[in-house]
């Protein structure tokens, strides 16, 4: 697939995964959607300011992988609105929400 492909695509599934000062957790549960067998999904994650190494380590997932995405709140806005953030940037024909881990490898073709 090219990149204009890429970027007209719609995932199958879109998974919200919002995150404050989440550092000590982000990346396994980062890691345990990547590790989905189901490989047409897209991640937005809402980080909601974030103080810590959040956004670092955001970079860096986002920079080795196109699906996922990255919002940044400008003021913390708390769990119910940074979802709504989150999900009116969702593409997919479904959508699902992460939080702390997805630690199953197929719990996607569950939903």
Request: contains cysteine.
């Amino acid at each position: 697939m090219d990149m204009e492909d890429e970027r007209l695509h719609e995932p199958l599934i879109s998974i919200v995964l919002p995150v404050y000062n989440g550092e000590k957790y982000l990346r396994e549960s980062i890691d345990s959607i990547l590790a989905q067998t189901m490989r047409d999904w897209e991640l937005i994650v809402v980080d909601d300011c974030s103080k810590d190494a959040t956004p670092a380590i955001l970079a860096a997932y986002a920079a080795r992988d196109r699906r996922i995405r990255i919002v940044r709140n400008e003021e913390n806005q708390r769990l119910p609105r940074s979802l709504n953030i989150g999900f009116a940037e969702t593409r997919g024909e479904k959508r699902s929400r992460s939080d702390v881990c997805w630690r199953a490898a197929g719990c996607i073709c569950d939903l």
